[in-house]
């Protein structure tokens, strides 16, 4: 079987399963219309809050936009810390940021390695009918699509759309001048998603003309040929000026001559203003479907390009530029056209500077719509030469709030007079990922005491007949935990500590146990299928520990309890076959 592997895998893989020990705390101060407005701005690194929102929007999100960073060799590459992503998450957002320059061995890993929890993570929160739109260029644009394929499904593969970003050639480019961007789609199921027609644009009703006065209105002419050879479709048609034409060589018309007689009697074919030309057929605006059916590439002239999006953000905020390379409003509300229906929940976990807000207000005013939106950033700090610095804005989430807020108002104050713009909803709520302060020592303090078994069997837990001794852990000489596994993934321990042995069950997530009235001692954390390997992510869980072992007023079991928290353990059990 194909696989796609990197350096790193695995533990990206894990990271994605590991608990989220953050939380996120509102800031009400920097929010707008609090109490009226469902949509969210979150403050943090995006691998955390992904998971904080699993919880509450886990599969409710029907669309995502991803314009994650490209992996330039100058963009800012986040690196997670698997044993303290809070802690590195503190750390890196006090610094000025860091590029993942190409020089780097690990340039295309570390990427990967970024994108493919938050990509797993991402997909848990899209509805059943759900779909993701992420942009890449030539970068990571293959590896891009590898991730996607594992994490989404070959099957659930959309569409590559080609955005033209740039309508001028660079001429001094050394092999081509690159004049696009792509854009992937990819649906949660495909068989579920079903997009939406595009509504005409102004330019393409323009097209529709009535040069007869015909009273359906105005039409469109197309070839009434096709490249096909059908004997009996090739016949001569007598034009109005008396010429007979026929279909050109290798071609017939398109309809049987008794149907072209038919059309020719309703007024549905065209001969041109004298009557002389090659006929074509009639196509009326009132009759064509509802929309269109949107095509691959993406013109600027439709959606706009890099320069076009960086004046229009440069105009909102008095000519001053900001941020480089945000997105065109347009190229996102194309997204929002085709995939979202007016009560939809749209999700952008890199959001810059806040254009996907910005397009849901927009379409939401032009439909009246009441899309929702999510903005998840990381407080990525601005360099202190940068024109946002020195405007005050110290970081990428200060400029992507007040970027809503001021679409917002120029969307209100400029479509005043519009039906229901009283209720488009131009609030956010603002959250901002924090530890959670009770528990982050305990979380830190476990993970700083991981370590890591191999288990001694050859065999995988279905293979196991009965309990097998799997794993010693033996941490210093007078502490010891043996962990056995049978056939049912039941799991056993035994430590030489404060305890008998002690039978125990995994039920979810955690390790029941019917010692002693002790509900559950161990969380497990992950438990999960990885190449050969079964692995098995164990946790103490010390709430149960107090609650149900250690009556508060017993001394020696509380001096007992805080030997334990010295030695919390983390087991992986590989099993290596
Ligand atoms: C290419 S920009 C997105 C631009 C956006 N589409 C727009 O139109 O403004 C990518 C953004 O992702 C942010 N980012 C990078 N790593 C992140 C992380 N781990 N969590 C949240 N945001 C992150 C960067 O700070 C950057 O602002």
């Given at each position: 079987m194909y696989e796609f592997n990197w350096e790193g895998k695995e533990l990206a893989y894990k990271l994605a399963q590991t608990p989220s020990i953050g939380t996120l705390r509102p800031d009400k101060e920097s929010s707008k219309n609090w109490d009226d407005t469902e949509n969210l701005y979150i403050e943090g690194d995006n691998l955390e809050v992904l998971k904080l929102l699993q919880k509450s929007y886990f599969g409710k999100v029907k669309m995502i936009y991803i314009d994650p960073p490209y992996n330039t060799g100058k963009d800012f590459v986040y690196h997670d810390n698997f044993r303290d992503n809070i802690a590195n998450y503190k750390e890196i957002t006090n610094q000025t940021t860091r590029a993942n320059p190409e020089t780097n061995g690990r340039y295309h890993t570390d990427w990967l390695n970024m994108m493919y929890p938050r990509l797993k993570l991402a997909r848990n929160l899209l509805r059943e009918d759900g779909v993701i739109f992420i942009s890449i260029d030539d970068n990571e644009n293959s590896n891009l699509r590898k991730i996607c394929d594992e994490v989404f499904g070959e099957?659930?593969?959309?569409q590559e759309i080609i955005w033209q970003k740039k309508f001028s050639p660079q001429n001094d480019a050394k092999y081509f001048s690159l004049n696009h961007e792509n854009i992937y789609c990819y649906a949660k199921s495909k068989d579920l998603f079903s997009r939406n027609l595009l509504p005409m644009t102004d330019e393409q009703k323009s097209r529709y003309k009535n040069l007869d006065n015909d009273s359906r209105g105005p039409w469109t002419s197309g070839d009434i040929s096709v490249s096909r050879v059908t004997e009996k479709d090739i016949y001569g048609i007598k034009t109005p000026s008396g010429r007979e034409i026929y279909p050109p060589n290798g071609r017939s018309w398109r309809v049987s001559e008794e149907k072209l007689n038919d059309l020719i009697k309703d007024n549905r074919i065209w001969f041109g203003e004298n009557g002389d030309n090659v006929p074509r057929i009639k196509r009326f605006l009132s009759e064509v479907q509802n929309g269109i059916v949107p095509i691959s590439l993406w013109y600027h002239e439709e959606v706009g390009h890099t320069q076009s999006a960086a004046q229009n953000l440069k105009k909102l905020f008095n000519d001053k530029a900001l941020f480089d390379y945000p997105k065109p409003v347009e190229l996102i509300k194309k997204e929002l056209l085709l995939a979202t229906d007016k009560n939809d929940i749209v999700l952008d976990?890199?959001?810059?500077?806040?254009t996907t807000a910005h397009a849901v207000m927009q379409l939401n005013m032009e439909d009246i719509g009441k899309r929702k939106f999510i903005m998840v950033q990381l407080p990525e700090l601005t360099y202190e030469k940068s024109d946002a610095y020195k405007s005050g804005y110290k970081n990428i989430c200060e400029i992507g709030k007040e970027r809503i807020r001021r679409a917002g108002d120029k969307i209100v104050s400029e479509n005043k007079d519009k039906e229901g713009i009283e209720n488009l909803d131009i609030g956010f709520k603002v959250f901002k990922l924090d530890c959670n302060k009770g528990d982050s020592k305990m979380y830190n303090e476990k993970l700083m005491n991981s370590i890591t078994i191999e288990i001694l069997t050859d065999k995988k837990p279905k293979e196991l007949k009965g309990k097998k001794k799997i794993a010693t852990i033996n941490k210093d000489i007078d502490y010891k935990v043996q962990v056995f596994i049978d056939d049912d993934y039941n799991l056993y321990y035994q430590d030489?500590?404060?305890?008998?042995s002690c039978e125990s069950k995994i039920v979810h997530n955690k390790v029941e146990t019917s010692w002693n009235s002790c509900k559950c001692w161990f969380k497990i954390i992950g438990l999960y299928e990885c190449k050969n390997a079964h692995i098995v992510d164990i946790l103490r869980d010390l709430d149960s520990y107090s609650e149900h072992l250690y009556p508060k007023n017993n001394v020696a079991d509380n001096m007992a309890l805080s030997r334990l928290y010295e030695h919390m353990v983390k087991v992986y059990l590989n099993f290596i076959s």
């Open positions: 099957s659930n593969y959309v976990f890199f959001s810059g500077a806040s030489n500590h404060a305890f008998a």
